[in-house]
């Protein structure tokens, strides 16, 4: 890794059936992630992801650039849009790229960018692994 470099783009597509699965096993069954009229009529676009669903995207890049999930030492994002999920086949698409803001001693410092249609889903989104 060298300061400034373009880190490849992960490109993970998300499905109702993914939202379902990640409900099941985080405990949160929140209406918004699976009831299209109730996320309507609260103001959302239609069923979303869960932030942290996003974010644990966001960390699976981080884990395939640093090589290894221990090699991850500090994650952090904050949730800028919410994720609109079709009710179809082909779902939604999330892509995370980075760059290398810094490296000090054996660490690397990342800026993460996370896009859904054209939108940044993620602000403030920063990782640091060993270099």
Known sequence: MVVGAQ?????FTVTRADLVRYAGASGDFNQIHWNERFAREVGLPGVIAHGMFTMALAGRAVTAWAGA???V????VRFARPVPVPDD???TEVV???KVKSITDDRAELELTAVCQGQKVLAQARATVRA
């Not at 880190?7 to 490109?11: C, D, E, F, N």
């Not at 030492?73 to 952090?76: A, E, I, P, S, T």
Request: hydrophobic fraction near 45%.
């Open 7 to 11: 880190l490849p783009a992960h490109t």
């Open 73 to 76: 030492l500090d994650f952090g």
């Open 96 to 98: 995370v790229s980075g």
């Open 69 to 71: 999930a221990d090699a």
């Open 89 to 91: 086949d082909a779902g």
